[in-house]
């Protein structure tokens, strides 16, 4: 940690006092500061001190438009001022439908309608409930469980938490909501020997394997799958060619629902409006968050079929569930204001445009020792780290421990940049810059990863 300073001691001392951060370890501050990041600025962020950080990882994956927008911010102010709340139980409100009618026409397929929460886990948790009980009314009732891939997080309230593939974060809460189960995910740099070499056949075979936990489970008692376009716990797996196109004729087969979870890989994260766009699948549900607003508000969603409605559209059928502030007028009138932003600059175009300049520069970090693999798509990616490059070897428990949490999580905030050093799986650094980014911003992470991951390699 870095040593305790004289700025702005009050909020120090409340931060230690009364803060909790989430998923940390509050003792890792006991001695130190709590960073506090006062303001951003495109895609730069400040601490307390006036130092500046690049944001290598938009907040969590979330400032699409980068920070300091005040045509987004505004938004939020102008239509608060007109109306702060009203619920979307039986009303409706001009920002949230006209918001649903733009995610609607951005949606492929036949999504045509949007469920608002406030968060991704809710979405994620409604999007359960709406395949139990759609199955209900399709006199289907013992349809409930879900697939979802290893390492995959979706979540962190129980439902969501049941879907989530992290056994870690898991064990504290048992008993968990009955019906979650785990199929491979597509790290094709852990690919079985089998196909290792091939990645259409690794592809194959990892939608198999949904296949083969379908018919396990027995399909009468399977109600849908979760997967992420690309997958981001693990470091950014994306899918081998072919995969979704064998899951979704899987699903198709067995009566199965396919949710897309793009809470990440939504909102131009992979240079289009939605991840499954990339490539070419059409989900039953989209879920989405995050980026929805650019993070100016929060908002969660699901974008769901025509065909899932259908059943709650007559008689007294009602889909029995809801939060009070989901598709809150004022986040519904960012989201709007963000996706104008969206169009005026082109931020899907600057994705597409720029995404293999980005992919280009860090794949120069890959002349180091300790880069084993360097994935993802769009603004979005992973770099694996390892021990030994051409066994692939792997850090040990406490080898990470050591290189994440004691030098590099530290070692990279210090040297400027936000992103995240993870070992949910096997350890990688992250990287989801704002949208608005390029080579200028990609050479600066490439820089100081250079530097940080070289001294890394002094520390093991
Ligand atoms: C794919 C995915 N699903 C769901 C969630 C949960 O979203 P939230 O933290 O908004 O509840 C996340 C959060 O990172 C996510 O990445």
């Given at each position: 940690m870095s040593m305790s300073s004289d700025a702005t001691p009050n909020l120090q001392q409340a931060a230690k006092r009364n803060l909790w951060l989430h998923?940390?370890?509050?003792?890792?501050?006991a001695d130190g500061d709590v960073p506090v990041i006062v303001r951003g600025s495109g895609a730069y962020v400040f601490d307390q001190r006036g130092k500046r950080y690049l944001d290598g990882l938009s907040g969590l994956f979330v400032t699409q438009a980068g920070h300091g927008r005040e045509e987004i911010a505004d938004a939020g102010a102008r239509h608060g001022a007109e109306l702060a709340y009203f619920p979307l139980w039986s009303y409706a409100h001009p920002k949230a439908i006209e918001l649903a009618e733009r995610l609607a026409e951005l949606a492929?397929?036949?999504?045509n309608r949007v469920f608002f929460t406030t968060s991704g886990s809710e979405a994620v948790e409604s999007a359960w409930k709406l395949a139990k009980q759609y199955y209900q009314t399709r006199g289907?009732?013992?349809?409930y469980k879900v697939i979802s891939r290893d390492i995959a997080y979706h979540g962190t309230s129980m439902g969501a938490l049941a879907i989530t593939g992290l056994p870690a974060i898991k064990v504290p809460f048992?008993?968990?909501?009955?019906g979650g189960v785990r199929v491979p995910n597509t790290n094709f740099y852990r690919a079985p020997e089998f196909v290792r070499d091939d990645e259409a056949a690794f592809g194959r075979w990892a939608a198999d394997e949904i296949e083969r936990a379908i018919l396990r489970e027995g399909p009468e008692s399977v109600a849908a799958v979760y997967l992420e376009p690309v997958q981001n716990s693990g470091g950014c797996f994306p899918p081998p060619p072919g995969y979704f196109t064998a899951v979704r004729e899987i699903c198709d087969r067995y009566g199965v629902l396919l949710v897309s979870d793009e809470v990440i890989c939504a909102f131009g994260r992979l240079g289009y409006y939605y991840g499954s766009q990339r490539y070419g699948y059409t989900p039953d549900i989209i879920t989405f968050a995050k980026g929805a607003t650019s993070g100016y508000a929060p908002l969660g969603g699901m974008v769901v079929s025509d065909a899932l409605m259908e059943p709650f559209s007559t008689g007294t059928a009602t889909f029995l569930h809801g939060v009070t502030f989901a598709g809150h007028p004022v986040s519904a009138a960012v989201a709007l204001a963000n996706l104008e932003v969206f169009e005026k600059e082109d931020l899907l175009g600057n994705v597409r445009g720029n995404e293999e300049a980005f992919r280009a520069t860090l794949g120069k970090l890959s002349d180091l020792p300790i880069v084993g693999d360097i994935r993802g798509a769009g603004y979005f990616y992973g770099i694996e780290l390892v021990k030994d490059k051409a066994t692939k070897q792997t850090f040990d428990d406490d080898e990470s421990e050591r290189l994440l949490r004691g030098f590099l999580s530290q070692a990279l905030f210090d040297a400027g940049l936000v992103c995240r050093a993870d070992d949910r799986g096997d350890p990688v650094i992250q990287l989801a810059p704002p949208l608005i980014c390029g080579q200028e911003h990609f050479d600066e992470m490439e820089q100081v990863l250079r530097a940080v991951l070289t001294e890394a390699w002094t520390h093991i």
């Open positions: 998923f940390t370890r509050m003792s890792a501050y492929p397929g036949d999504l289907q009732p013992g349809r048992e008993p968990l909501t009955p």
